[in-house]
């Protein structure tokens, strides 16, 4: 007696494959996920020089070194609304500090004691009075791309 394997398995094949395929979950993602965070600034009143966005992973530096900062761009200040994108972020937590740069020296001008003479902000918009924002006061936690706001002032 000799039993014909093409035969009887021949009926099972469309549900095996059809379970298959809903059964295995569909990856959309990298393993290594990244996010987009994207910084509108508000409160610009004065129109010219540049504007840039440094953006920290860690408080070294934050928030006025920007050579420290993990990214940086700047501007020229043209439009009336500015932004920038920060684009393949790792999720985790940053901080970002943001200037305008009213004469174009290439860096935020401050007074005698320190305290900034140009339009500055930072995330979580904090503006203590005698001294400079901390970076736990201004961090965010990205786990997806992120929409934020930053207020610059003098």
């Known amino acids: ?7 009887l398995a021949s009926p099972l094949i469309p549900c095996l494959v059809a379970g298959a395929s809903v059964a295995r979950p569909v990856q959309t993602t990298s393993p290594r996920s990244e996010v987009t965070l994207t910084v509108v600034v508000t409160g610009v009143t004065t129109e ?4 840039g966005a440094a953006l920290y ?11 420290k900062a993990a990214k940086l ?3 020229p200040r043209t439009a009336p609304v500015d932004s920038f994108v920060f684009h393949s972020l ?4 940053y901080a970002v500090s943001v200037y305008q740069d009213l004469n174009g020296n290439g860096k935020l001008d ?8 140009e339009p500055w902000g930072t995330t ?4 203590p009075r005698l001294r400079a924002p901390r970076f736990e006061e201004g961090t965010l936690k990205l786990t997806g791309s992120t ?3 930053v207020r610059v002032e003098r």
């Open 1 to 7: 007696m000799r039993i014909r394997p093409m035969l």
């Open 48 to 51: 010219g020089g540049t504007i």
């Open 57 to 67: 992973s860690t408080a070294d530096g934050f928030p006025g070194q920007t050579a």
């Open 73 to 75: 761009t700047v501007q």
């Open 90 to 93: 790792a999720p985790g937590r």
């Open 110 to 117: 401050t007074n005698l004691f320190g305290s900034p003479k």
């Open 124 to 127: 979580a918009n904090v503006r």
């Open 147 to 149: 929409r934020v706001e």
